[in-house]
């Protein structure tokens, strides 16, 4: 009597425990989009920010994006291109 109750609830204990890790809703956005987004969020400066200063000084935001248009080489930080988008005309 004990082996059969026993079965059961190996059976029954493997039947739920498997709906436990199925992931059953994803969060709508491409690897894509997300990167486009953080590429974004680092042009803006408000990307990286240190734990203990959220949301980030004015200070650090200019000093992220005087880094990110070092790094990057571009004259306005702020005007990133984002995947999807076209690149804006050049001032004549």
């Given at each position: 009597m004990k082996l059969p109750g026993a079965i059961a609830v190996a059976?029954?204990?493997?039947?739920?425990?498997a709906h436990a890790f199925a992931q059953t809703s994803t969060s709508g956005l491409t690897r894509a989009q997300v990167m486009a987004q953080l590429q974004q969020?680092?042009?803006?400066?408000?990307?990286?920010?240190?734990?203990?200063?959220?949301p980030p000084t004015a200070a650090e935001v200019a000093r992220n994006r005087e880094l990110y248009a070092l790094e990057h080489g571009t004259q306005?930080?702020?005007a990133v291109r984002t995947a999807g988008t076209p690149a804006p005309a050049p001032a004549l």
């Open positions: 059976a029954l204990s493997l039947t739920f425990g969020a680092q042009a803006e400066g408000t990307v990286p920010t240190h734990d203990d200063d959220y306005d930080a702020g």
